[in-house]
């Protein structure tokens, strides 16, 4: 059975938005449950800057074989400028996503994943 929760609020009188994602899938294997997070603030500025910072990109993996469990998570911060008009908005943005495996079965998912 799959149940998914959608919600979606403003932020800052209308400066902002964060939407989030909640999926919860019951299987005879394991229970998912997947979050997704997306957080948008917006403000206008006077120029792009001529050095443009990289995204943030953080990777999280955890397998927990006592509480066979796994946990999977991404997150990804960083900024974007656009022109509309005459004004430069600027978009800082986060999304986020966790998923985490309970299995009710003895396996876990196997190592790395390989190239035949």
């Known amino acids: 059975m799959k149940h998914i929760t959608y919600s979606k609020k403003?932020?800052?009188?209308n400066r902002g938005r964060v939407v989030t994602i909640r999926e919860?899938?019951?299987?005879?294997?394991c229970d998912t449950?997947?979050?997704?997070?997306?957080?948008?603030?917006?403000?206008?500025?006077?120029?792009i800057?001529?050095?443009l910072?990289?995204?943030d990109i953080r990777?999280?993996?955890?397998?927990?074989?006592?509480?066979?469990?796994?946990?999977?998570?991404l997150r990804v911060k960083g900024v974007v400028y656009y022109k509309q008009g005459r004004d430069i908005v600027k978009v800082d943005y986060l999304?986020?996503?966790?998923?985490?495996?309970?299995?009710k079965t003895h396996v876990l998912s196997?190592?790395?994943?390989?190239l035949p």
């Open 24 to 29: 919860t899938v019951e299987d005879p294997d």
């Open 59 to 73: 990777l999280f993996k955890n397998v927990d074989g006592s509480s066979q469990s796994e946990i999977f998570s």
């Open 49 to 51: 800057p001529k050095r």
């Open 33 to 47: 449950h997947i979050r997704k997070s997306f957080v948008y603030l917006v403000s206008c500025v006077g120029a």
């Open 53 to 55: 910072p990289s995204p």
């Open 95 to 103: 999304h986020t996503l966790k998923v985490k495996m309970l299995w």
């Open 110 to 114: 196997s190592g790395p994943a390989a």
């Open 10 to 13: 403003q932020l800052i009188a």
